[in-house]
């Protein structure tokens, strides 16, 4: 990082914490530090020594504190509940910036968090009341191997430059369906994905990685490192992965076809059970399907709509074996389409454009649930709550109930002790996504109330003792049980890994694994 006098007088409030006059904006971007506002009211930056942070920082790099340009588009959340605190936002340009950024805060005691992309909502996240975004944006591409079996991705890249990037060049690989989440984000915590069918979880895609671990340390880990383990479900706990070595296959289908089936409130049952009979069929169904569905307000509908989606790889037209059970039970509008693997995110809505994808101000909280097999009686049973609790008076009208149903067999072929990941058995991913402008905690609280109502009622159904929750859509109150698995062996196994790689807890925001 390049520095001069204005960057010198920068780094002498930074080091003395002397006051800032109100309107002073100092912004030089040929310098890659960018200052303005306030100085942070956190007590480390009493000591905190910006100048020598700014040295060691490639000249691609940028540090940006409040009132600078960029440092408010950076540290923006896309749900706005229980947000965490920055106070300065570094931009790391290479793989050694994330390392010295990582060493500096360690020297000064600086909390620290990296942001990557969107819909990370976990509550746990407020747990960092001050501290360094590390904004990975820059570390961004794909580069596929000559032998054209692997890709290096680096720590920054968003899902669907990944998906473009292969595809130009005739392969694909399992990635986050959404089109604006980070790659790896999704991955760490196993990662669902179109592809999973035939290939497994996001994270079963590993070869190696360079991750930096909480001492600022630099490592290549392989499947020969305990690490290994861990980072393939729970690797938020672990390090700032800053690029990843992952399998790539031909993509060998390029048509995809999918048949949008909506239906009125009245059919809640009949089509759940219809799904069970005749796609999950007990957790076999077939590798070329996926059927996801969306529950949602819309104008003049008695509550909401069932927008049901029947996806098939390698075909014109999704074959009526699939979809003629659901016509049978009256949908209201059916709109079969066709195109290819690139166009499955703009299909069900959350494409980069579509609203999912936005920083709109809103909070976004989730709930959710894994389970075997959708309980008809229970499906009717949310549908009413749910109804009553996003009417038309509601703050929660425009929310969402999102059904994600992938086939399995690249899943369930990885043998579940083999990663941090302990839901392979589950077949149905579920979760109330209830979008709301924020209002203070009296609404954070009714939220939480009618969300983790919704989900009781689909542990009930299931006959679960014990929360079945993915941690990339997690609310944060279902505790590493709920998130890594009740098993004794997984929590003990997690806590021994954490306590020799981050022993200090500096990853411990995400679903923090809990120590003695």
Partial sequence: ??????????????????????????????????????????????????????????????????????????????????IPQVNVTVSPATENDVVETVKWANKYRVPFLVFNGVHGSITTLGQLDCGVNIAVEKLSGVTVASSGLTATILGGTQSKLVTDTLWAADKQTVTGTC????????ALGGGHGWLQGHYGLVADQFVSMNIVLGDGTLKTITPSSDLWWAVKGAGHNFGIVTSVAVKVYPANHKKWAIETLMFTGDKVQAVYQAANDYLLKNGTQPVDVINWSYWFNLPDFDGPVIAFYIIQEGVDAVDPIYTAPFHAIGPFSVDPVVGD??????????????????????????????????????????????????NTSSPFHNSLFMFEGYS?????????????????????????????????????????????????????GAGYTEPHAYVNYAYGDEGNTGWYGPQLWRQAKLKLLKAKYDPLGRFSYYGGITLP
């Fill in 1 to 82: 990082m390049r520095w001069s006098n204005a960057f010198m007088a920068v780094a002498a409030w930074a080091s003395t914490a002397a006051a800032v006059d109100d309107d002073l904006v100092v912004e030089e971007s040929s310098l890659g530090i960018h200052i303005g506002g306030l100085p942070p009211s956190c007590s480390f930056w009493a000591s905190a020594n910006l100048t020598e942070l700014g040295t060691k920082l490639s000249p691609g790099a940028d540090i940006y504190l409040p009132g600078s340009s960029s440092f408010n588009s950076l540290s923006q959340r896309w749900s706005e509940l229980q």
């Fill in 179 to 186: 089109e604006c989440v980070s790659y790896l984000g999704p």
């Fill in 341 to 390: 693997y690139r166009d499955l995110a703009r299909w069900v809505g959350i494409d980069l454009a579509a609203p999912p994808c936005q920083k709109a101000g809103l909070a976004n909280p989730r709930f959710p649930v894994y389970l075997e097999k959708y309980n008809a009686t229970a499906q009717q049973q949310i549908y009413n709550i749910f109804k009553a609790g996003t």
């Fill in 408 to 460: 399995l067999q690249g899943v369930k072929a990885v043998p579940s002790a083999s990663t941090a990941f302990a839901w392979r058995g589950d077949n149905l991913l579920i979760a109330p996504l209830l979008q709301y402008t924020p209002a203070g905690p009296a609404l954070d609280a009714a939220a939480k109330a009618l969300g983790n109502q919704l989900r009781q009622v689909l542990y009930e």
